[in-house]
Every structure is written in C-alpha cells, then in structure tokens.
C-alpha cells in the first residue's frame, strides 16, 4: 500500500523560510511524478509545483515561482518543497502527490501539513 508522509509545515512569519518534506514508502518512487499542492480555507486546491520522474524536470506555479523550489532526492524516496520570502497568502495545508508517469490511476495523496505565515 502506498503511503505519502509529509512534514516540515508549522508557524513562521512573513519572510521566513521552510522546508517541507514527503517520505514515500510502497511505490517504486522513481517511477512517480511528484508535485505539491496546497489548499486555502474556502479555496481550491492549487498545484504549486511538480518535480518529474526519472530526473525530468520541474515546474512551479506562477505564484510562488523565484520563491519555492521543488527537489527530489530517488534515493530516499523524499521530495521537498523549500519556501523562502513567505507570505501571508501561502498559509494553506500543502498536500504531496504521486502520479504514476505511465498508469495514471495510481495517484496518493499525503494527508496534508498546516503551513501559517503570520506575525
């Protein structure tokens, strides 16, 4: 059974930087793209960055490019999300994702990690 763990969210003022991270476990992880996505309260989900499988490439959404960057290390089955220069309009739940790059019916979700920008 697929598992998607993410951590890293918390408190941090506007400015501030984290680093969030999703240990995945019962896939073969390098097989899978990887993306995060976040949702605000009464907002939709929103794809903040993808990182492709076997080595392809990354992408970021508009919002939060120059800001974020999205890694992944094949090795340690994890894919991190580093956020510099916060906002208060980041402050979401950031979900991890894991779409197979050929089955696209295996698709996980993690179960979200609380990220608040505030003073």
């Known amino acids: 059974q697929a598992q998607l763990v993410e951590t890293g969210g918390g408190l941090v003022q506007p400015g501030g930087s984290l680093r969030l991270s999703c240990a995945a476990s019962g896939l073969t992880f390098s097989n899978y793209a990887m993306s995060w996505y976040r949702q605000a309260p009464d907002k939709e989900r929103e794809l903040v960055a993808t990182a492709r499988s076997a080595g392809g490439s990354t992408n970021l959404g508009d919002s939060v490019k120059g800001r974020f960057t999205i890694s992944r290390d094949d090795a340690k089955n994890t894919v991190y999300l580093q956020m510099n220069s916060l906002k208060p309009e980041d402050t979401a739940v950031y979900y991890c994702?894991?779409?197979?790059?050929?089955?696209?019916?295996?698709?996980?979700w993690g179960q979200g990690t609380q990220v608040t920008i505030s003073s």
């Open positions: 994702n894991a779409i197979h790059r050929r089955q696209l019916a295996w698709n996980y």
